[in-house]
């Protein structure tokens, strides 16, 4: 279960531009410095083909080995999450990467100025932990500026001043904005934009402790934010909320008027 909800989750960032200029960005600039190698190597043109392949694939795993242990570890703070990712990403994809990289450069007749593979295998893991920290600081940045991306598990929706109280029950590692709560008998979901947290509490308790974020029933077992609704998607009679996130959840015919009233089921998508 938490690798497919990985993978959905890695789509969503691989599929996002800004991830995609990022690997650009990195390409371009191994291009013009021709670390490792390369710039005696290889023409400008096949510097940039050389490094765009190992920064997207490099860069996708590593995003993946970061959802994921954010998912299989939801009580370990970011930062340990993020040096795990380093070490398990150097560990698994850096030897391939540097025997690959040693081969493509061996092969030519350029002077070898490769560094040892110890060094390079530094480099990697400086690298990883450099588009790691960058693309969050990235998306951190657009989120205060922009509205948020349904593509982008990163971004954040608007919040209140104040955390809603319901955020003193989770664990201090979990932060960002709620988008929906679901009932189950005794016990509450809180879906966050990377991780869901049960926590044993009525629904009607859990959602007055949101109090200051402005949210709405869609069913008797849903309550979502209102920032959390990207787009409302009618099929026949029945209508659904698609949120921010990608996820979409029921809307039940007693609370549709309160959502149509607060223009909810306005956002139509066809």
């Given at each position: 279960m938490q690798v497919q909800e990985a993978i959905r989750h890695w789509r969503k960032c691989i599929a996002h531009p800004m991830t995609a200029a990022i690997f650009l960005a990195a390409a371009i600039i191994c291009m013009i410095?021709?670390?490792?190698?390369?710039?005696?190597?290889?023409?400008?043109?096949?510097?940039?083909?050389?490094?765009?392949?190992?920064?997207?694939?490099?860069?996708?795993?590593?995003?993946?080995?970061?959802?994921?242990?954010?998912?299989?570890?939801?009580?370990?703070?970011?930062?340990?999450?993020e040096l795990a990712t380093v070490v398990f990403f150097t560990a698994i994809c850096g030897l391939p990467l540097v025997f690959w990289s040693s081969y493509l450069v061996g092969a030519t007749n350029a002077p070898q100025t490769l560094p040892s593979q110890g060094l390079q295998l530094l480099y990697l893991a400086i690298v990883c932990g450099s588009f790691l920290w960058l693309r969050a600081f990235l998306f951190h940045t657009v989120s205060v500026k922009a509205k948020p991306d349904a593509e982008v598990l990163e971004t954040s929706i608007a919040v209140a001043d104040e955390a809603p109280r319901l955020m003193r029950r989770l664990p201090d590692n979990l932060s960002g904005p709620v988008l929906y709560l679901t009932a189950d008998d005794h016990f509450v979901?809180?879906?966050?934009?990377?991780?869901?947290?049960?926590?044993?509490?009525?629904?009607?308790?859990?959602?007055?402790?949101?109090?200051?974020?402005?949210?709405?029933?869609?069913?008797?077992?849903?309550?979502?934010?209102?920032?959390?609704?990207?787009?409302?998607?009618?099929?026949?009679?029945?209508?659904?909320?698609?949120?921010v996130n990608g996820e979409d959840i029921p809307v039940s015919r007693k609370y549709q008027p309160d959502l149509e009233a607060a223009g909810l089921l306005d956002r139509l998508e066809g």
């Open positions: 410095s021709g670390p490792f190698g390369t710039l005696q190597a290889f023409s400008p043109l096949m510097r940039l083909l050389f490094w765009i392949p190992i920064f997207v694939v490099g860069g996708s795993i590593s995003l993946f080995i970061r959802i994921y242990l954010r998912l299989r570890w939801p009580h370990v703070a970011k930062g340990w999450v979901d809180v879906h966050m934009l990377e991780a869901t947290h049960r926590i044993r509490l009525r629904f009607k308790d859990a959602i007055d402790e949101m109090e200051g974020v402005e949210g709405y029933y869609s069913h008797r077992s849903h309550w979502v934010s209102r920032d959390a609704v990207k787009t409302a998607i009618k099929a026949n009679t029945s209508w659904r909320l698609q949120l």
